[in-house]
């Protein structure tokens, strides 16, 4: 019985790994954080991509929420609403305002917790280094060592090593939305912009770094013609 | 200057350490963690043990709590009330049920997140191996780990490697005070029993040590001594 926990914040690249990862698990949880960042609303959609998955793949799927208040500290776009989110920047390797400060490590240790509770030592997120913002805390040097931590400082890593599995780390995006097609992803609710509104800006790193995944890739991306649809309905039944 | 971020949970662990950053460093900042723990009444007696330090030391300390539900996750007695806190039992290795899930990993990792806003990179706390329940996640390896993985995985550890500080790791319950004593620490509201009543059950594991420490230490415990005066005068003054 092969069981993970999934870091699942409702984008693109962890609906990528939750359709991975129904086709390796037998049983898969997933957990998602409630930061009081600005995009909130991935969190709404997280749900329903839950939903679509179940169905898509008619296998069960255990959702945890977890709340925790990054706003208290803040220093990012992302998680200080007085600070703008950056638009059409030229995206380098330099850290972006928009990198708030050691989340994956939070995240990661609050999943360690949970993990332990439910006697999971298999832990998937969709941290990768390619087509990205340069955040540290994505990093598979990174990675490896808080593997280690969490398997020192665990009851359960006495008897049993954590491995913190990240499926897309060496991917560009263009290759993660093809893995997840090849794996009957659909993405018509993984939400990207940093902004927070149900239609995207188009102008942030998130959003830029997805159009540009979808036109390499070959696809046309699920959550705009989702968009469109409903603007369509909703037109010709006013 | 030398500015250091202590994890204060105002118990005799991190009580002593306050005093001892107090003698060390230029900038104290604390960080005390309400995790809806049974023994919550430890974040008010942390708050007095601050006054108690700056007026002892004429000093500022900067004081930042932050809350985190780890009831949600539970598997602990101090997190889920319906589990009991073992009583007298013969303290060896093994991990016992107050063990909080990877407690000191998230700690740690929030820790971590602050430090970095504050521009720090000294993390104190008060984590020792030899008169304590065998928690994994109080270890040296551990930390070691841990120190690792923040400064791999944060913003200012690409420029500057995080410190995890540990002055109490290999000193028995007695060298603790003894340390804290040369440091002139005040105990009076240095709360440690698991139970979470003013007055101390006597009988949980961190009871027990902290009594054993003291006897060993030749000196008498100051919160025991606040707690029969305040009784006294409540006596005297009907």
């Excluded at 803040?74 to 703008?84: C, E, V, W």
């Excluded at 030229?90 to 995240?107: L, S």
């Excluded at 990174?142 to 359960?156: C, D, H, N, P, V």
């Amino acid at each position: 019985m092969k069981k993970c926990l999934l870091i699942f914040s409702g984008g693109l690249d962890s609906t990528t790994c939750l359709f991975w990862a129904l086709d390796y698990y037998d049983e898969v949880h997933t957990i998602t954080f409630d930061y009081h960042q600005r995009h909130v609303i991935e969190k709404k959609m997280a749900l329903e991509t839950i939903k679509l998955a179940k169905s898509i793949k008619q296998k069960d799927i255990d959702y945890f929420e977890f709340n925790i208040d990054l706003s208290k500290i803040g220093a990012s776009a992302l998680t200080d609403f007085s600070i703008n989110v950056p638009k059409n920047r030229n995206i380098d390797n330099q850290i972006p305002i928009t990198y708030v400060p050691f989340r994956n490590g939070i995240f990661l240790a609050i999943s360690v917790a949970y993990a332990e509770k439910l006697d999971i030592s298999n832990i998937i997120g969709g941290w990768n280094v390619l087509d990205y913002s340069g955040y540290p805390d994505c990093r598979p040097d990174f990675l490896e060592s808080f593997r280690q931590a969490a398997t020192l400082g665990t009851k359960i890593g006495q008897t049993k090593p954590f491995n913190i599995i990240a499926p897309l780390i060496g991917l560009k995006k263009s290759e993660i939305i093809k893995l997840g097609k090849k794996h009957n992803a659909d993405y018509s609710y993984a939400y990207s912009c940093y902004e927070g509104n149900e239609i995207p800006c188009g102008q942030c790193d998130s959003c830029i770094l997805r159009a540009k995944g979808f036109e390499e890739a070959g696809f046309v991306d699920d959550y705009m013609v989702r968009l469109a649809t409903s603007s369509k309905e909703t037109k010709s039944h006013p």
